[in-house]
């Protein structure tokens, strides 16, 4: 097939959790549970939670540095910042407008958008949009989310699952056959309400009802996120395979969302990939929502996993109902 258009590639990764550590065991001091309820439902051992004096833009900052740094750029090479977060510093403006300042960079654009725990795959995608257009050359792209913020530490169904994190990626112009293959975003927004923090918007601005009522925190309906999300992230792999004429057989490392060892795993059994092939971090940091994808990323990078010339597929899926999967040659 002949390429007609530019593609976009990832010329360098970079991540940062908070140093706190919370295990299950300091969880089983605060709620009814055990880290052996937890450890067999969700795979996670332990996550980080961000100090108090510290927002989202402290951890995107220190990710965002450090993939500039391993792609061997500075702040005034970017055209654009694209932010994939939930849990910004303010309702507005964006993180993205905070993090340019905190970065000093000049002469560029920074939104974000608010795909929840899909968040980095969506800013991604966006990115490689205008990258492929022409328009930029080079973005950089953020996932990051404090979601310990938004917890209710008096639920045992939602505050073990969480942790806080950033990872970043920068995007620019590839020069060969490196690059975004396909990328593919989806939504059911009938599925609104079955994840969501109740209060704190339009509709339901604070009050002290509200926050007496704990609505400031996230409500789910785990089971139905479950289902879903398995059958979601298999279709959209396989579409993204398609689209970039791949097949299952020849994905190198797969990079899922990390929200439960137990989705991870039905996926990689539905798209019969060993799990030799797919990284699952979940048991150090919990579910990081955007972060999760780029702080994985940044790992297996770091840890020389991933070759030149490498298929890598990631997929995500979270409140909106929000979902996506890309595919990357390295
Ligand atoms: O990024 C996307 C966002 N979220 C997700 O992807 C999460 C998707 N969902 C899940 O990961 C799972 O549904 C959970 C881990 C949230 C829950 O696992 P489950 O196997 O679906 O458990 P469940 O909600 O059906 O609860 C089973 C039992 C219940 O007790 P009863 O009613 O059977 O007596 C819960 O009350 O486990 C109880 N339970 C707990 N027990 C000990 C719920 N949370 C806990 C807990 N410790 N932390």
Redesign the pocket.
């Known amino acids: 097939m002949t390429r007609t258009e530019p593609r976009s590639a990832i010329l360098g990764t970079g991540s940062a959790v908070p140093s706190a550590v919370v295990t299950n065991d300091d969880?089983a001091k605060i709620?009814?549970?055990?880290d052996e309820?937890?450890t067999t439902?969700?795979g996670i051992k332990e996550r980080r939670v961000l100090e108090e004096d510290k927002a989202a833009s402290d951890l995107a900052r220190l990710a965002s540095e450090r993939a500039l740094e391993n792609a061997g750029l500075e702040v005034a090479d970017l055209d654009a910042i694209i932010v994939g977060t939930c849990t910004a510093d303010y309702q507005f403006p964006s993180l993205a407008c905070v993090l340019e300042a905190k970065l000093g960079a000049k002469d560029v654009f920074s939104f974000d958008v608010n795909a929840?725990?899909s968040g980095f795959l969506n800013a991604l995608s966006v990115a490689d949009m205008f990258v492929r257009s022409g328009r930029i050359r080079k973005a950089l792209v953020v996932g990051t989310d404090v979601l310990s913020r938004f917890l209710d530490w008096q639920d045992?169904?939602?505050?073990?699952?969480f942790g806080d994190g950033a990872g970043a990626a920068v995007l620019g112009v590839s020069d060969d056959d490196r690059g975004i293959l396909s990328a593919r975003l989806q939504t059911d927004g009938s599925y609104a309400e079955t994840?969501y923090v109740r209060a704190g918007g339009s509709k339901r601005p604070a009050t002290v009802e509200t926050v007496e009522n704990r609505e400031h925190s996230i409500f789910?309906n785990?089971?139905e996120?479950?289902k879903v999300?398995v059958r979601s992230m298999e279709e959209i792999s396989r579409r993204v395979l398609g689209e970039a004429e791949l097949c299952v057989e020849d994905v190198s490392l797969v990079v899922p969302?990390q929200?439960?060892r137990?989705?991870i795993t039905a996926l990689a059994a539905r798209l019969c990939i060993p799990m030799e092939k797919v990284i699952v971090n979940l048991h150090k940091y919990g579910?990081t929502?955007a972060a999760?994808i780029p702080v994985a990323l940044d790992e297996v990078r770091r840890e020389g996993r991933i070759a030149a010339g490498d298929i890598v597929l990631l997929n995500?899926?979270?409140?909106g109902f929000a979902w996506g999967a890309a595919v990357i040659r390295f």
Do not use: E
Request: charged letters at 15%; a positive charge.
């Open positions: 969880l709620v009814d549970t055990t309820w937890i439902r969700t929840a725990c045992r169904s939602t505050c073990i699952l994840l789910m785990g089971k996120v479950f999300a969302h929200a439960n137990r989705i579910n929502s999760s995500a899926f979270g409140a």
